[in-house]
């Protein structure tokens, strides 16, 4: 689909071989064939035949589709400065109140963000159609926290990305969230505010949240 919209198929209708467009695709002519059938069945393309090959365009299911790769794309390669992401607020294990109140990690947060966190993250647990998000914001440079030893244990690195959090209830600015060198949790966020935000915007377990992620401000 990317090969006809390059030809100007989102715009208007293109006239396209099986010949060429199996040597595009590097597959046989049977095979660019059955490709271009499958994509009209999904409501993708229009397509009719013509002399010499077919009609096509793009239609607007397949124009959002591409529209989702472009943005995707741009944020693994770095062209996009901010993701915004949905997430479920749910109660976490308190582990993150525990490591980010270990004084390794406590004074690089001061000193990298300015702020002192409260001992404590606000959870956002993202649909799947969100984790490739999560992977992007996780490719980009972000804040590195370095890892340390305390008590005979060793703390590993993280790298933390400033953001914002809204809901009907307000937006909070000061904000971040911490990405771990090791998570078992994909499709969880984990945000750190010097407030309690859950106070701050009478957040309660369920209620829907936005985070608006900067990827240019480190």
Same mark, same amino acid.
């Given at each position: 689909?990317?090969?006809?919209?390059?030809?100007?198929?989102?715009?208007?209708?293109?006239?396209?071989?099986?010949?060429?467009?199996?040597?595009?695709?590097?597959?046989?002519?049977? &095979?660019?064939?059955?490709?271009?059938? #499958?994509?009209?069945?999904?409501?993708?393309?229009?397509?009719?035949?013509?002399?010499?090959?077919?009609?096509?365009? +793009?239609?607007?299911?397949?124009?959002?589709?591409?529209?989702?790769? @472009?943005?995707? =794309?741009?944020?693994?390669?770095? *062209?996009?400065?901010?993701?915004?992401? #949905? $997430?479920?607020?749910? *109660? $976490?294990?308190?582990?993150? $109140? =525990?490591?980010?109140?270990? #004084?390794? =990690?406590? &004074?690089? @947060?001061?000193?990298?963000?300015?702020?002192?966190? =409260? /001992?404590? *993250? @606000?959870?956002?647990?993202?649909?799947?159609?969100?984790?490739?998000?999560?992977?992007?914001?996780?490719?980009? /440079?972000?804040?590195?926290?370095?890892? @340390?030893?305390?008590?005979?244990?060793?703390?590993?690195?993280?790298?933390?990305?400033?953001?914002?959090?809204?809901?009907?209830?307000?937006? +909070?600015?000061?904000?971040?969230?911490?990405?771990?060198?090791?998570?078992?949790?994909?499709? +969880?966020?984990?945000?750190?505010?010097?407030?309690?935000?859950?106070?701050?915007? #009478?957040?309660?377990?369920?209620? +829907?949240?936005?985070?608006?992620?900067?990827?240019?401000?480190?």
């Amino acid at each position: 689909m990317k090969f006809i919209a390059l030809q100007g198929g989102t715009r208007h209708p293109i006239h396209i071989s099986s010949i060429n467009l199996s040597k595009n695709l590097g597959v046989s002519q049977q &095979s660019a064939s059955r490709y271009l059938i #499958k994509l009209v069945e999904r409501g993708y393309l229009e397509r009719r035949l013509a002399q010499g090959g077919q009609i096509v365009t +793009v239609l607007n299911k397949g124009i959002t589709v591409l529209r989702k790769e @472009f943005s995707e =794309y741009s944020l693994i390669f770095g *062209t996009q400065k901010e993701i915004e992401m #949905k $997430g479920i607020l749910e *109660t $976490g294990l308190g582990e993150g $109140g =525990y490591y980010i109140s270990k #004084k390794g =990690y406590m &004074s690089q @947060f001061q000193e990298k963000l300015k702020w002192k966190p =409260y /001992e404590g *993250t @606000f959870n956002l647990r993202l649909h799947d159609n969100e984790v490739p998000k999560i992977e992007a914001m996780k490719a980009a /440079e972000g804040i590195l926290i370095e890892g @340390f030893e305390q008590e005979g244990r060793t703390f590993g690195k993280a790298w933390v990305f400033k953001c914002s959090l809204e809901n009907g209830g307000g937006i +909070v600015k000061e904000c971040a969230i911490i990405s771990p060198k090791r998570t078992h949790y994909r499709r +969880v966020v984990e945000v750190i505010s010097p407030i309690f935000l859950r106070d701050k915007l #009478k957040a309660v377990d369920g209620d +829907v949240f936005t985070t608006k992620v900067n990827l240019g401000d480190v």
